[in-house]
């Protein structure tokens, strides 16, 4: 994964980082990436998903991907802020559920 990132011209990679380094979320915050990618052995990955959520909490306008590295999936990671009205949330209720599907 690095080296492909590193070899796309467009792209500053920051990393990698150890996924179980205590300052790991701190150098996140410090470093202010435009995006995260992180990449495990295991997409289900314990360490992965505490730091996605922790991503999220702290800096919720950064986008997050994550893969692991045994399935050829990534998922996206993302948080949308709207106006707090009624009809808002309804409108975005609906528009997930057609969206997935369901």
Known sequence: METILRAI?????????NLND????QQLLDAQPALVVIADEN????AAAELTKS???QAP???????????????VFTIRTLPAQ?????????????????
Not at 43 to 46: A, P, T
């Open 61 to 75: 306008d950064l986008t997050v991907i994550r893969t692991g590295l045994n399935r050829n999936v990534f998922r």
């Open 22 to 25: 205590q300052n790991i979320r």
């Open 9 to 17: 011209s467009d792209i500053e990679l920051i990393g990698p980082w």
């Open 55 to 57: 991503i999220v909490e």
């Open 86 to 102: 009624g009809n808002s949330l309804l409108d975005t209720i609906r528009e997930c559920v057609i969206r997935d599907g369901n």
């Open 43 to 46: 997409l289900q990955s314990e």
